[in-house]
């Protein structure tokens, strides 16, 4: 079982930045390909971005591509999301979540889920 933990959300203006953390508690963390997801209210959970077990490769959605980053310390466990240039729409619950498989973007591909973290961008 691996639990994970976000934190980090929060109200910030269009065009301001937050940073988003996951913490996850297993010794092999280093194993997994960690995602982030959103969901907006009456809308499906959708990707956002991952990275794998190593860092070496990441992906993002195109909504997301230029704006945010992902990165991870497998030292401490934890994935981040640094996420700048924000748009109202960007507004939503953020969730970590983790899986084995190498390459990853959809709901149905994690094994593992945080609770969730809320995003709200003000105009």
């Known amino acids: 079982q691996v639990q994970l933990v976000e934190s980090g959300g929060g109200l910030v203006q269009a065009g301001g930045s937050l940073r988003l953390s996951c913490a996850a508690s297993?010794?092999?963390?280093?194993?997994?390909?960690m995602g982030w997801f959103r969901q907006a209210p009456g809308k499906e959970r959708e990707f956002v971005c991952a990275i794998s077990w190593n860092g070496a490769s990441t992906y993002y959605a195109d909504s997301v591509k230029g704006r945010f980053t992902i990165s991870r310390g497998n030292a401490k466990n934890t994935v981040s999301l640094q996420m700048n240039s924000l748009k109202p729409e960007d507004t939503a619950a953020y969730y970590c979540?983790?899986?084995?498989?190498?390459?990853?973007?959809?709901?149905?591909?994690?094994?593992?889920w945080g609770q969730g973290t809320q995003v709200t961008v003000s105009l």
């Open positions: 297993t010794r092999t963390f280093g194993s997994y390909t």
């Open positions: 979540a983790a899986t084995l498989r190498p390459i990853a973007s959809t709901v149905g591909e994690y094994d593992y």
